[in-house]
T-cell receptor, first 113, second 118 residues
């Protein structure tokens, strides 16, 4: 089983649509969780951290369910500029894993007019 | 703030030659830098963790004699791909954790270096 699994998509949605991405992780002791965005041939950029209480940043809402080891990202009112690959990222637990990030394979989103 | 640069941004080299990639934190100090590799349509895979003033820690399956890492200062880490072969062609990305934020896991990524070995 992969450490971090995502539905690779691709998701093709019209502008204004709401789209949700899911992610599961295998290490129940994982400490921190993030969503990154990566544009084609560019480096990943942090979109938002994910907290147990859930958090929202404008049109983006992230949720974490530790019991199910499940992370989600909801994008409302999709814009053309949201087209990118969305990476679910987990920091594994302790020891020599300190500071390391494990990336999911990414979910491709294309928003069309 | 928190800008990370990489040089070169792209490089084409012949099989058997060595290529050095630099990763610099421009406006902060970083005790730890990370080197990733990304093949087409795949996600980032951590290659090694680079610590200033000490030897790098390599992930399983990454040859330390082939991918030489030097973290000589708090703002510079270098990755040298020795005796490069076509299968080493990939997108190499570094990241850095600011010294003052060492208790968090936020990493800032460089723009990446696209290596093509012919």
């Amino acid at each position: 089983r992969k450490e971090v699994e995502q539905d690779p998509g691709p998701f093709n949605v019209p502008e204004g649509a709401t789209v949700a991405f899911n992610c599961t992780y295998s290490n129940s002791a994982s400490q921190s969780f993030f969503w990154y965005r990566q544009d084609c041939r560019k480096e990943p950029k942090l979109l938002m951290s994910v907290y147990s209480s859930g958090n929202e940043d404008g049109r983006f809402t992230a949720q974490l369910n530790r019991a199910s080891q499940y992370i989600s990202l909801l994008i409302r009112d999709s814009k053309l500029s949201d087209s990118a690959t969305y990476l679910c990222v987990v920091n594994p637990a302790g020891g020599t894993s300190y500071g390391k990030l494990t990336f999911g394979q990414g979910t491709i989103l294309t928003v069309h007019p | 703030g928190a800008v990370v640069s990489q040089h070169p941004s792209w490089v084409i080299c012949k099989s058997g030659t060595s290529v050095k990639i630099e990763c610099r934190s421009l406006d902060f100090q970083a005790t730890t830098m990370f080197w990733y590799r990304q093949f087409p349509k795949q996600s980032l895979m951590l290659m090694a963790t680079s610590n200033e003033g000490s030897k790098a820690t390599y992930e399983q399956g990454v040859e330390k004699d082939k991918f030489l890492i030097n973290h000589a200062s708090l703002t510079l880490s270098t990755l040298t791909v020795t005796s490069a072969h076509p299968e080493d062609s990939s997108f190499y990305i570094c990241s850095a954790t600011p010294l003052l934020h060492s208790l968090s896991y936020e990493q800032y990524f460089g723009p990446g270096t696209r290596l093509t070995v012919t």
